[in-house]
Each structure stands twice: as structure tokens, then as C-alpha cells.
């Protein structure tokens, strides 16, 4: 019975090879991040639709770019978390490769644009900042846009409203921020770090135990939201703290927080010399196409509307002088229009953005740089 059983499951073994089917674990757990994804990862993505996802040799989710800007090109470095890492699309589908081939053209001549994708699934501001420190400026970016979350980004910002115990945390200390990692230096995290990723080192390799996992992460995932109403899914894993002007507490600290790292990424790309772009992305509930829906969840917030986040980042951004790119207005009237969802799957409201909404951003963002790039401004 074992050799019938080891035979088995070599021949599935085998047999997943052949076919090229994977399911692997794209993550590891890192010292500096809390976590990253795994360079040379590659397999099949299979949460919110299904495609087949690489990680470059650089970790990130993107094609593999030499470090020396070519002569010409005009290298442009997007910041973000799971919206921008974008794996429930096709690669060439993502917002940002879509915006590489719209700026060719309209540029056109001797410029060749470049566009480096430096999003990780589950980054917050400050590792968005910390990425950009440590892994971005050696690329020569001409442009960084820091692609923000509104839906997450602020609140990961705070310890006590994120209460991620792997993700490190910037505070501010008499008007200046200060790196707090500490939950990445003990010896929990290193525990936590050996064992996880020799884990995931092992399980990598075994594709039989990939396509089980993969079956259970199906189940659950199916169960997780049979009984969540259309406001529900809009609103799925979303604190509508977001939607409110903070007085006091921990979501007016978490803006304070998150405004300084805008601020300081601004700063260092003034000191390079490159531009600094910050570009609010939308929520579900602001961009579903039926009015009706959007004014009964502000209603049940107990707001007026759901664009609080975006105006106070424009405001920001007019404070520091630097380019915005604000979709929630455009996209909200495309998915008007045309009655489209840009965020989920018919079957889900919620969640990331499709590829009818990655094309609607793409469209919104070349358009905007291609113009600032012909003025040369």
C-alpha cells in the first residue's frame, strides 16, 4: 500500500510538471519589509480569477529591467500594494504596463518610456517608503507616482488600527518620524521567518500539495462571503473609519503619520531630482455604478458622500506642489455610464480592480502624464 501510494503521487507529481500546473506560495517572510515576494516565484495566481504569475529577479511583480537607465528612456517607478501588484489580472492587462504602451505612442520619436512596478500585495505607506529608500533609487526613475490605497493605506499606518505583528511602522517623535520594527527584531520574527520560509521553501516543490491547498483555498473562499449582501462586499475587508474626518485618536495619528511619509518620499525625490506623483485610487463603493448604492452606504457611515479621503490627499498634494492624479471622479463616471463594475467579478462586488478597471486608470494616468511629459513640465 505505501509503494502504491508513493507511486501515485510521483506519477501526480509527473503529471503536474508536464502540464506546468502550480500553485505555489509567491511570498516569504523578510527582515525588513515584514515580508516580500519571492524572486524566480512563478505559477498560477488563483484568488480573484486565475492567471500566471512571475516575480522578477528583483522580487517584484514585473518583467526583469536592467539597473543603467538606457540613453532616451523616461523610466517611471509606480509605488503601491495590491491594486498595483494587480494579480487577478494579466501582466500586460495591469493599469501600469497599459500606461507604458499609451505613453509610447503618444510620445512617439526618440523617447522610450519604461515603467517599473514596485507594488507588493499587503504594503502599507511604509513599506511603500521604505521600498522606494532601499530598492527603487538605484533604477534612475525620472518619475516615482506613489499609487495610494485609500481603502488601506492610512490605517496600516497605525499600529493599533492595522495591528499587523509582522509589518514595520513609522511614528512621529516631536514632529519627525522614526522607524519602529521592533516585532522585526525579536526573536519571534526570526523564529517565524526560519520556519515559515523553509516551509514554503518545501512546499514549492511539491505540486500535488499545491493543488490541495489550492481546492481548500477555493472552499473557503466561497463560504467566506455566501451571506454578504451587496453593501457587504463593497465594503469587504474596508474599515469605513476612511470615510470620516478623525478629531482625535488613532485615526487622526494614522493620517499624521501617513501625510509625513507622503511628504518625506517628496523630499527625496526633489533631492534626485525626479518627480514626485501621487495618485489616489478608488474604493468599490466609490466607483459602483449606481448612485442609489454609493448615497445608502454613506448614509449608513453617517457621512455625506464617500470622498473624504480624496480631498484631503488632493489638499496634501496642493501643500506640497506636487502632480495629482485623482481617478474616483473619472472612473466613477465611466461606471455610470456604462454600467460597468470596475472593481470585482460579476459574481462579487468587492475586492480588487478587473481589467475593465485597470484600462479606465491607465487611460485617466497616460493621459495626464503624457500631456505634463509634452509640455515638459
Known sequence: MAATLALTLALCELGLWLADISYPEFGRMDEVFGWAPWPGARGIYAV????????????????????????????????????????????????????????SACLGGDRHVEVLSFGVNGYGTAQEYMVLTTRVWRYEPDIVLLAFFTGNDVWNSHRALDGHEDRPYFVLREGALALDDTNLRSSRFRLAQAWTNAKRHVFNRLRTLQVLNQAYRNVRASQKYADF????????????????????????????????????MARSAAERRAQFWLMTLTNPAQVYPDPAVRAAIAQTIGVPDLDYPDRRLASLAARLGIPLVRLVEPLRRLAEAEGTRLHGSDAFAGGHWNAAGHGAVAAVLAGQLCTALNDGS
Open 229 to 264: 449582501d451587496l453593501a457587504a462586499q463593497l465594503g469587504a475587508g474596508l474599515d469605513p473609519g476612511i470615510y470620516r474626518e478623525p478629531v482625535a485618536g488613532p485615526w487622526a495619528e494614522a493620517w499624521s503619520v501617513t501625510e509625513a511619509l507622503i511628504d518625506r
Open 48 to 103: 480573484e480569477g486565475r492567471t500566471e504569475l512571475t516575480i522578477n529577479a528583483a522580487g517584484f511583480r514585473d518583467v526583469e529591467h536592467v539597473l543603467a537607465k538606457p540613453p532616451g528612456t523616461i523610466r517611471i517607478a509606480v509605488l503601491g500594494d495590491s491594486l498595483t501588484e494587480a494579480r487577478e489580472v494579466a501582466l500586460e492587462d495591469t493599469y501600469w504596463r497599459l500606461t507604458q504602451r499609451a505613453l
